[in-house]
């Protein structure tokens, strides 16, 4: 039996309970240059390393969600060129009361994939609902400029959509 | 916006969406220990890249020895030297290159692992150092010789020449350093020093 260190056990545990939040933002970032398994290792591997010098400053959801979205911008950074996601991994349980339907909830999910990165990334922390602060904090962009760039982008999903219907 | 989206309707959908992929059910410490051993390997392998490039272009020495004798009127034993050099310093790097090429980190265990990329940087820093010292030796040789034969040659081409030399040297080394410490560092990530395997 392998006795787990105090960084490994760390590390399972993290990794389980923020398991989804990291798969969610991967999804949402792969694509035909960037599988969902690569980006989703790639984030464990830089949470791996970076989790000696993380000391507790910030929420640890406010790190996870740091590490994870740098790691994919990056990757399509290096990879300099950026493809919209391919959202074959993620799969959507209709509300119970079946008042949302599944095709617009795929519709807008489309949308969001075609956003550039820095938007993705903003929306993603919206409908994870994050406050602003924190999505100031993860971004490291002003709080202010979350909230004009967050209604430009809610903007910029309206009028897709409507392109899309015409 | 048009009425048709409704953002925060959808929010509330996220929050009921999974991701399903075969990934997410495999033990994350030992996939994410394979993924840091295969940046240490790649780390690894472009030092090795770099090495054998390294000994390509010693082997255009041997190439521009004759210029010494007729460029510089350098007596041939110099251009010789020189030449042999070239062909050593070629025929070390390609051995390194190939012994470095042939590690298999991902198959080792770490420890083992760490040991092999700190001989390798122990053997890339005695190397360097030997390949430096017999380089200045040389060059020392070929720029008293080429000024004793023509005392109105003006040392500052031969100092130019030397400076630039030794900032492409240092700026290789650095990277090449940085390489191996990227792999070294890696490995330094998966070993854990409390880590005991226990039936």
């Not at chain 2, 010789?145 to 400076?163: C, K, N, Q, Y």
């Amino acid at each position: 039996m392998k006795v787990l260190t105090d960084k490994e056990k760390r590390f399972v545990d993290i990794t389980s309970e923020y398991k989804d939040v990291i798969a969610k933002v991967c999804a949402l970032y792969s694509g035909p240059g960037a599988p969902f398994d690569d980006l989703y290792q790639e984030v464990l591997a830089n949470l791996w390393q970076g989790l000696d010098s993380f000391r507790g400053e910030a929420k640890m959801s406010t790190w996870i969600y740091r590490a994870a979205i740098n790691t994919c911008i990056t990757w399509h950074r290096r990879n300099d060129r950026y493809n919209s996601a391919s959202l074959d991994s993620l799969t959507f349980e209709p509300d119970e009361s079946g008042d949302d339907s599944a095709e617009n909830y795929y519709t807008l999910l489309n949308l969001i994939s075609r956003l550039g990165p820095v938007d993705k990334a903003l929306i993603t922390l919206w409908l994870d609902e994050k406050p602003y602060e924190e999505i100031a904090l993860i971004t490291s962009i002003s709080t202010a400029n979350v909230a004009v760039r967050l209604h430009r982008i809610k903007s910029k999903l309206g009028k897709m959509a409507a392109d899309m219907e015409e | 916006m048009p009425e048709d989206i409704n953002l925060d309707k959808f929010r509330a959908a996220w929050q009921r969406t999974n991701v399903s992929s075969e990934t997410l059910s495999h033990d994350p410490l030992t996939m994410t220990q394979k993924v840091v051993t295969g940046r240490a390997h790649s780390s690894l392998q472009r030092l090795a890249r770099r090495v054998r490039i390294s000994s390509y272009v010693a082997m255009c020495m041997p190439v521009f020895a004759p210029l010494l004798v007729t460029v510089l009127d350098l007596p041939y034993w110099i251009a010789a030297v020189y030449a042999f050099f070239g062909i050593v310093l070629s025929a070390v790097n390609l051995v390194f290159a190939r012994n470095i090429e042939a590690v298999r980190l991902a198959q080792l265990p770490v420890v083992t692992a760490l040991s092999v990329v700190q001989n390798i940087r122990r053997r890339m820093i005695c190397q360097r150092a030997t390949s430096f010292v017999i380089a200045i030796t040389i060059i020392v040789l070929i720029v008293s010789t080429s000024m004793h034969l023509d005392p109105s040659l003006s040392g500052w081409e031969f100092a130019f020449g030397i400076v630039l030399g030794l900032l492409v040297a240092m700026k290789k080394f650095h990277r090449d350093w940085r390489l191996i410490s990227d792999t070294e560092n890696d490995l330094r990530y998966i070993l854990s020093p409390k880590q005991q395997d226990v039936e």
